[in-house]
């Protein structure tokens, strides 16, 4: 049965680019990325699954092993649903990793991916996460976080000011957390309550369902360049020194006094670095 994905447009180029953004923000965040890209070039950014499902409406399907395997056979449908092969993909953490997933399944559908900040995990940590029973997982530090998020605010100006005296924020100007406040929180109830789009529990099961990323690294000969920020808490030194002997077309570059948050703490550095790998 086919899908209709809901996704944002920026520009009207001849050249289409595909965005998928980070676990817990929406497309819409990345606006401020995201237009200075179409200015060359038409983007779309369709929104990942947890942006458009339930998660009752997916396990009745599924269970938790597929969840990023179905987003990446999304992207593949999206992908042949718009024409787009082969597309330049361009993702943010969760959404760099499920277009590699998408890429090693398809490798016909793409002509590059440009990776920000993936999430470069070693093989026994994912496997350790994959089998923990649930009521261990939820102690593990960045699931407990998710959990214990608050996610309902009366308005969404109190959102806005919620997150904005949040450290995870701090490197956002106001207008990219208005962004992210615009399009990641809407109405929840009668009462006028505003809550999160991409539901906390959502986000807590990308973080205890993360794949092993290094065999599809390993095996893809799709052109990947990776972006990583100098203090990135999903690319360890170790895992950076190990991309640097993978095989294949790959290329990376470091941001200096950056964090896991580059596209949205600077989305204009970030923008001219890709546009300057599609000028090349």
């Not at 929180?185 to 999160?196: F, H, M, S, T």
Request: glycine content about 6%; cysteine-free.
């Amino acid at each position: 049965m086919s899908i209709s994905i809901p996704y944002l447009e920026f520009g009207s180029g001849d050249n289409t680019l595909l965005f998928a953004h980070a676990n817990g923000f929406p497309a819409g965040a990345y606006r401020s990325l995201l237009e200075p890209l179409s200015k060359q070039y038409r983007v779309l950014a369709p929104q990942l699954r947890p942006m458009w499902q339930t998660l009752p409406a997916f396990y009745s399907d599924y269970a938790n092993r597929h969840f990023w395997h179905r987003m990446a056979d999304d992207q593949i449908a999206f992908i042949e649903q718009h024409k787009l092969a082969p597309v330049t993909y361009i993702g943010h953490s969760m959404g760099s990793v499920v277009g590699l997933m998408a890429a090693h399944k398809r490798p016909d559908l793409f002509a590059r991916l440009i990776m920000i900040e993936p999430v470069l995990l070693k093989a026994r940590y994912t496997r350790l996460m994959r089998y923990m029973p649930k009521r261990i997982k939820r102690k593990v530090p960045i699931v407990r976080k998710a959990l214990g998020r608050p996610d309902r605010w009366p308005d969404r100006q109190t959102a806005f000011d919620f997150h904005r005296g949040k450290q995870v924020f701090s490197g956002f100007s106001d207008e990219i957390l208005w962004d992210y406040i615009n399009s990641g929180v809407g109405p929840v109830n009668d009462a006028g309550e505003v809550g999160l789009l991409f539901d906390k529990y959502w986000e807590a099961l990308a973080y205890s369902t993360v794949p092993n990323t290094w065999p599809l690294l390993k095996a893809t000969q799709v052109p990947i360049n990776l972006l990583r920020a100098e203090y990135s808490d999903t690319i360890s030194d170790e895992s950076w020194q190990r991309w640097q002997k993978l095989p294949g077309p790959k290329q990376a570059t470091q941001f200096d006094n950056t964090s896991h948050l580059l596209p949205l703490d600077h989305p204009d550095m970030v923008a001219k670095h890709i546009l300057a790998i599609l000028n090349n």
